[in-house]
Nanobody, 121 residues
Framework: QVHVVESGGGSVQPGGSLRLSCTAS????????MGWYRQAPGKERELVAS???????NYADSAKGRFTISRDNAKNMVYLQMNILKSEDTAVYYC???????????????WGQGTLVTVSS
């Protein structure tokens, strides 16, 4: 069963832009939080940006001023707008969601399959 799906990755030149999308399952009753992580070759997975139920956001230092996370509650989606991309941004980007499937039920953490972003000239 697929709970979270990412899309929007691709290849772009330095200084370019990409917009990533993440969609949570239609069976989702409530979303606690959604966020974006990335993993570059030879590095550990790291947080890029996250957004909570109350719209509180946080960003990695490397993303501040260039990336923007937002969401569309009606569509169960979260987006990551990435501008002024650098070669250092090259990585597989993963969406993480903490979801509830029924009223009063527990919350579960899910990871998407990842989408590749390549920044090169």
């Amino acid at each position: 069963q697929v709970h979270v799906v990412e899309s929007g990755g691709g290849s772009v030149q330095p200084g370019g832009s990409l917009r990533l999308s993440c969609t949570a399952s239609k069976n989702t009753f409530s979303i606690h939080s959604m966020g974006w992580y990335r993993q570059a070759p030879g590095k550990e997975r790291e947080l890029v940006a996250s957004i909570l139920r109350d719209d509180t956001t946080n960003y990695a230092d490397s993303a501040k001023g260039r990336f923007t996370i937002s969401r569309d509650n009606a569509k169960n989606m979260v987006y990551l707008q990435m501008n002024i991309l650098k070669s250092e941004d090259t990585a597989v980007y993963y969406c993480k969601a903490i979801l509830q499937y029924q009223r009063g039920g527990p919350y579960f953490q899910h990871w998407g399959q990842g989408t590749l972003v390549t920044v090169s000239s």
